[in-house]
């Protein structure tokens, strides 16, 4: 047997960063073998990651990776059990490492990041590791890379607290009105993470979605005029509808006759409809797009300059630039989002370890 000494531990738990116990343990198990005992530690923390399988995991952080020339960016969540680890410098870096070898390796899913090359073994040893230092559940949950295209632009924006990060997309008109739009495109980024939409356009709505909004809304809406009306003031306006992708052509038409027959009806003189009918349709579209505005990224209103939509900012940057440009992707991430986390009685718990 051979004699494990103080150096030998100190080496070892230099090179695993694994508890000293634990690194006299490998060493005594493996008779001083440095290599054999970093397997040995290795493989225990992968019975350990093993024992953790059925907890859940529903903190943690989002990292991010962008090019330097804003052609392709990368956006992943690791989730950890607890937010206390997810502020722990490993569990930080963990996540960085991992943002930059999803960008680097181009890979869309989990099983593969898995089975890449990753310094002297795979992906998953590597990662097997970090987890058993750390020491709880810890897993990769999801990633996303864009990749601009040519004449395009991609760049993203992780919030403060690591829980809210965004990607965005955009086709430029040249290379150079693309290099331009970087800026803007974080800046969008940043919207979209305040904002939280859930579409692009409202044409990506899902129209049993819309419909049951609809119904919602105008019940909301007719309730809170009877308050107002009790109370004497100004009733809100009742749309007929919510979403520009409910603004069918028939629609248009049917929205203009109306308009047509109510400036009859005032005595406006025809010659002047012309003039005004333009405005009380946008009047018109702009009350029954409240859905858009809330929820469809290229409707909301830009929060760096509300007289804006996202559309008509990303328009307008693009001009000053010679060009023209359109976001045509982004994604989104929360962390946690979707995830059920567990509610712990924590008496009921004491109760049963004391039993």
């Known amino acids: ?21 634990d690194c006299k343990k490998a060493l005594t198990e493996c008779d001083g073998d440095m290599e054999k005992a970093k397997d040995w530690l290795r493989d225990r923390g992968m019975a350990q990651t093993a024992k953790k399988a059925d907890r859940v995991a529903a ?31 490993g569990f930080i870096a963990l996540v960085g490492n991992t943002a930059a070898h999803v960008f680097t390796t181009g890979v869309s899913t989990v099983e593969e990041l898995n089975e890449t090359s990753y310094e002297t073994g795979t992906f998953s040893e590597y990662f097997t590791s970090q987890v058993a230092r750390i020491g709880e ?3 990769t949950r999801r990633f996303v890379t864009l990749n601009a295209g040519e004449n395009g632009c991609v760049n993203g924006y992780v919030h403060s607290n690591g829980r809210v990060g965004v990607l965005v997309a955009a086709a430029c008109s040249d290379a150079k009105v693309a290099e331009a739009m970087a800026p803007m495109l974080k800046n969008v980024a940043m919207h979209a993470a305040a904002m939280k939409p859930t579409t692009l356009t409202s044409k990506d709505f899902d129209p049993a979605f819309v419909e049951a909004e609809t119904i919602g809304r105008i019940e909301a809406i007719k309730t809170e005029n009877e ?4 109370l004497k003031k100004p009733l809100k306006n009742v749309p007929q509808y919510i979403s520009a992708c409910q603004l069918t052509p028939e629609v248009m038409a049917a929205a203009e006759e109306a308009i047509k027959a109510e400036l009859a009806a005032e005595g406006k ?6 003039n005004i009918i333009p405005g009380k349709l946008a009047r018109f579209v702009a009350d029954n797009t409240t859905l858009d505005k809330e929820l469809a990224l290229l409707d909301q209103n830009y929060v760096m300059d509300d007289s804006l939509t996202v559309a008509e900012a990303i328009t307008k940057e693009a001009a000053k ?31 049963a370890q004391m039993s």
């Open 321 to 351: 630039h010679g060009g023209t440009a359109e976001l045509v992707e982004f994604v989104k991430y929360e962390v946690g989002e979707g995830i059920e986390k567990q509610v712990n009685d924590f008496a009921a718990e004491v109760a």
């Open 269 to 274: 003189p025809e010659k002047i409809w012309a």
């Open 137 to 139: 559940k810890i897993v």
């Open 59 to 89: 903190e943690g952080l989002l990292g991010l990776k962008v090019s330097e020339t804003f052609s392709s960016a990368s956006l992943v969540e690791i989730n950890s059990e607890t937010d206390f680890v997810a502020k722990n410098d």
């Open 227 to 230: 308050e107002l009306a009790r």
């Open 1 to 21: 047997m051979a004699e494990i000494t103080a150096a030998m531990v100190k080496d070892l738990r230099t090179a695993t960063d694994a508890p000293m116990m």
